[in-house]
Each structure stands twice: as structure tokens, then as C-alpha cells.
């Protein structure tokens, strides 16, 4: 059906000299692999170090700000509480006050009535 044809390889056969340069270049070639790969190997670890150190700063700076917006609302809610009963305390004495005018205006209203009792009996 269908035919593949391959192409030629083109190439020649190394002499010794050749095959030790050769080798001797691929021994350079890998050193130079692995030491490349060490180092970013390294630059790796240093990477995932430092996000780890970044995420744990990030949480700890997100709990302190936590920290603070409670204390914040708290003081918010501590200074309303004081005002409410500070508001109830007057509330009270105002009450006491109130009562104690009643009581006066009942007394007056009380003499007034026994003024005008006897300035009509006594004309």
C-alpha cells in the first residue's frame, strides 16, 4: 500500500581521538547538567522557604488585624454601654425629680385651695 521511505543517515564513523573528545565533552556536558540542575534545585527550596515564610507573616499580620478590628469594635460597644448607663442613671434621677415637682405642685395646689376656702368663707 504505502511505502516509507527513510532518509540516508549521513554521518561517519569517529576515530578514538574523536570518541575520547567526544566523551570527554559529554562528561563536561553532564557536569554542567547536574550542576545546573542542583542549583536550581536550590533555588528552589530557597523559593518554596521564603513563600513559606511569606504565608505564615501574611497570617500572622491577618490575625493581628483581626485582633485590632474586634478591639476597635469592642471599645466602640464598651463606649455604648457606658453612655447606656450613664442615660438609665439619669433617667432615674430625673424620675425622682419628677415626682418630688408632683408632690410640691399637689402641696401648692393643696394651699391654694385652702386660700381661696377661706378668703370665700371670710367675705
Known amino acids: 500500500m504505502y511505502s516509507t521511505q ?10 578514538s581521538s574523536e ?29 518554596r522557604d521564603q513563600a513559606e515564610k511569606s504565608k505564615k507573616d501574611a497570617i500572622k499580620k491577618a490575625g493581628r488585624v483581626s485582633d485590632l478590628l ?9 463606649e455604648s454601654f457606658i453612655n447606656e448607663k450613664r442615660i438609665e442613671l439619669e ?15 399637689d402641696q401648692w395646689l393643696a394651699a ?6 377661706a378668703v370665700k368663707v371670710n367675705s
Open 112 to 117: 391654694t385651695h385652702a386660700i381661696n376656702t
Open 6 to 15: 527513510l532518509p540516508q543517515a549521513r554521518g561517519r564513523v569517529l576515530s
Open 19 to 47: 570518541t575520547d573528545k567526544s566523551q570527554s565533552g559529554s562528561d563536561d556536558l553532564e557536569s554542567s547538567l547536574l550542576q545546573i540542575y542542583h542549583h536550581h534545585h536550590q533555588n528552589s527550596l530557597k523559593l
Open 70 to 78: 474586634v478591639d476597635a469594635v469592642n471599645g466602640g460597644v464598651q
Open 91 to 105: 433617667i432615674r434621677a430625673l424620675a425622682a425629680t419628677i415626682a418630688r415637682f408632683m408632690k410640691q405642685t
